[in-house]
Structure formats: C-alpha cells, structure tokens
C-alpha cells in the first residue's frame, strides 16, 4: 500500500514539473498566439489569447500629393472689332502677379508690328519674361494673388485706333515631371469685358483676373 501510494505522489511531482516547464517557457508552444497560465491557488492551466501589436501603415490613408506646379505656357487671343490695328503699329502684352510681384510672362510689341484685321481673331503666344522668379510662376502663388494682363498699344501714326472687343487667355500648368494639371492643365479665360479703342493717348488695357482665374475688371489707361 505504502508502495502506491509513494507511486502517486511521485507522479503528480512529475506532472507539476512539466506544467512549470510550459509556464516558463511558452515559446515551445506551436501556436504563438496564445499563452497558458497558471493563477495562484489554480490547479489547472488557463489559455489566454495573445493580440498583435497594432502598427500604423500608410494603407487606406490619404497620401498628399507633393507635386509642384508651375506656369509653363500663356496663350492669349485678342479680338479685334471695327477698327483694325494696322501694320506696323505695336502691340505689347505683359502678364504679372496682381499683387504686382513682377511679370512673368510677355510679348515684346517689336514681334507684333502685324495687322490684325477687322472683325477677326489673333492668337499668339508669349514668353517667360526673363527676370521672372521660379516662386511667382508657382500655380499657388498665382491662385493667392490673381493675375493682370497690360496690353500696351503703339500707333504707327497719331491718327490711329484699333478698337479691342475681347481678350481670351490660356493658362497651361504642369508639374516637375511635364505632367499637365489635372483639372487646370489648360484654363481658359474669356474677358468679355475688355473692350475699347487704344490710340495715341489712351493706349493701356488692362485685364484683371482673381485667384480662381475669373476674369474681374478691364479698364483703359493712358
């Protein structure tokens, strides 16, 4: 009798050994994700789920697009009404910030000694102005500010007149890459309002666009 029961006593000795064994070590486990303990007082293991640490990833996040964009082309039309600018009177266009940080963009009027007949359209483009400021050419910086186009005439003779019946510029923005704008790759605005006779005297139209490219104001200037 003596002899089982020592039998007994040795075997849950040896059983307590071997759950010690798991509690100390519970990376012997197959599955990682849970881990058995014993509670003080508790004769029996109880299993514990074990969660993932959470880790922030850029998946299903919003990533904000660092593209720069900048004015790379200005194209401007100019109707003429009754009255046509002859040959060779000049014509001079000078685009700049509204906020009057410098021009950016223009058209010499020695290149623009043309006639531009009645009752027609001429389109022509323009080029960078050459002091013009990477900073002033940004489509931020022209969206916080607005735009002015000065269209300068020249008569040959004091006598003459060209009459103006609206101006219409295409604005062209693209990234660092030459990836035009998504939605304002080319704008297009129509002055409607800028209209008038340039001569000798009063020979400045001015055309005023706000930061969301809607044409503002036109005036006549000496």
């Not at 299903?60 to 697009?65: L, R, S």
């Amino acid at each position: 009798m003596k002899k089982i029961f020592l039998i007994a006593i040795l075997g849950v000795l040896i059983v307590n050994k071997a759950q010690a064994q798991l509690v100390t070590k519970p990376e012997k486990f197959k599955d990682t994700s849970q881990v058995k303990i014993k509670s003080p007082g508790q004769t029996s293991l109880k299993v514990v789920k074990v969660l993932p640490v959470e880790t922030k990833t850029s998946a299903g996040t919003t990533v904000q697009n660092t593209n720069t964009y900048t004015l790379t082309s200005v194209r401007v039309s100019i109707r003429t009404g009754n009255d046509n600018k002859e040959f060779p009177s000049k014509v001079g266009l000078l685009l700049s910030n509204r906020g009057g940080t410098g021009f950016i963009f223009h058209q010499p009027g020695e290149n623009l000694r043309n006639e531009m007949k009645s009752n027609s359209n001429t389109e022509f483009g323009l080029e960078k102005y050459p002091t013009a400021t990477q900073q002033n050419l940004t489509l931020e910086s022209i969206q916080n500010q607005g735009l002015a186009l000065r269209i300068v005439y020249s008569p040959n003779f004091l006598a003459d007149a060209w009459k103006i019946e609206g101006v219409t510029i295409t604005l062209e923005f693209k990234d660092q890459n030459g990836t035009l704008h998504p939605t304002l790759g080319n704008k297009t605005i129509t002055c409607n309002n800028a209209n008038g006779f340039l001569d000798e005297f009063n020979h400045v139209l001015m055309c005023y666009m706000d930061g969301q490219f809607i044409p503002t104001t036109s005036s006549i200037q000496q």
